[in-house]
């Protein structure tokens, strides 16, 4: 069953708070989580057809690289 808006926008939402509440040692172990909930969300975004969502993954994963 595909994913809706609202779910593919809260892992967007929680990629992010993995990177912002990051401390300084576990910062590389957050940016791989981050980069796997971006990954999830642009691949549910693909799948639904939504481009706003696939836009926001795919601009906050060129953000990491």
Do not use: H, W
Request: net charge negative; hydrophobic share 45%; no cysteine.
């Amino acid at each position: 069953m595909p994913m809706q808006p609202s779910e593919i926008f809260e892992l967007i939402v929680k990629a992010d708070e993995k990177l912002k509440y990051a401390t300084a040692e576990r910062s590389d172990a957050r940016r791989g989580q981050a980069v796997d909930l971006l990954n999830q969300a642009l691949q549910a975004a693909r799948e639904i057809g939504n481009e706003g969502l696939v836009q926001q993954a795919e601009i906050r994963l060129a953000d990491l690289r």
